[in-house]
């Protein structure tokens, strides 16, 4: 039993580190991965049936 623990957090170490290391690579690379996109919304013309622009 005491085997099987010993083995169980040498396995558990084992996947933190290799977590550590990928988010390493992810949040150091020279582009930030995080970084999201910004959009500009554009209001739509809004019309009418004869031809006449809204006064905003």
Do not use: W
Not at 17 to 34: E, F, K, M, T
């Amino acid at each position: 039993m005491l085997k099987g623990l010993i083995v169980c957090f040498a396995v558990l170490f084992a996947q933190l580190a290799v977590l550590h290391v990928i988010d390493a690579r992810l949040y150091n690379s020279p582009q930030d991965a995080r970084q999201t996109a910004t959009t500009t919304v554009t209001p739509h013309k809004e019309e009418k049936d004869d031809g006449e622009e809204m006064l905003s």
